[in-house]
């Protein structure tokens, strides 16, 4: 028996590749995607209701965890992506991604984002985002959103790098101590 290569190369596609096999490994559907309550669930315990939302993993598990054992998730080579969603009146808490960047892309409903200031996280700007805007944050630079409206929001996650360190909490946030 011999040995079928990874379909999915790391740089070019390689001669004698399977394409079907390539194509089938490089797609996550919808239909296969689910509502994760848990992966940030830590928050809300901790914090209070307003902070429960629900990640759907695409390519990689982001920052909100190890989830290497889901076999329906993309493994990330250079970015991770997935979709939150994020109920009427939630938030995401105050957070700093040291490591990369962060882009968040409306889908459905409206969110505001705020940066805040890194040496006084009381000083922060905040752009209201709707369908299809997206906002990139650099590294290092505290974010937080929030959902003000009476509908739930839909939204793009995509974090630069593979496998992103976990974020901290800076000291102006309600999650500052919190541990997973």
């Known amino acids: 028996m ?4 990874d379909p999915r190369p790391t740089e070019m596609i390689q001669p004698g590749v399977d394409l079907e096999a390539l194509i089938d490994s ?20 901790a914090k209070g209701e307003q902070f429960r939302r629900a990640q759907i993993r695409y390519v990689g598990s982001g920052a909100t965890g190890n989830f290497d054992t889901d076999s329906r998730i993309i493994p990330a080579g250079g970015f991770t992506f997935s979709n939150m969603r994020l109920p009427a009146g939630a938030a995401g808490p105050e957070h700093t991604h040291n490591d990369v960047e962060e882009a968040f892309f409306v889908l459905e409903g409206e969110i505001e984002v705020s940066v805040h200031d890194v040496e006084d996280g009381t000083k922060k700007a905040t752009r209201a985002l709707g369908y299809r ?3 990139v944050v650099p590294a290092g630079v505290p974010r937080s959103l929030v959902n003000n409206t009476d509908k739930d929001a839909l939204f793009c996650v995509i974090i ?9 909490y800076p000291e102006t946030s309600v999650m500052h101590g919190v541990t997973r």
């Not at 011999?2 to 290569?5: C, K, N």
């Not at 490089?26 to 315990?45: I, K, M, P």
């Not at 630069?160 to 901290?168: D, H, I, S």
């Open 26 to 45: 490089c797609v996550a559907s919808r239909e296969t995607r689910h509502e994760d309550w848990d992966a940030l669930g830590f928050q809300a315990d």
């Open 133 to 135: 805007d997206i906002v």
């Open 160 to 168: 630069g790098t593979q496998k992103p360190q976990l974020p901290v």
């Open 2 to 5: 011999t040995q079928q290569a």
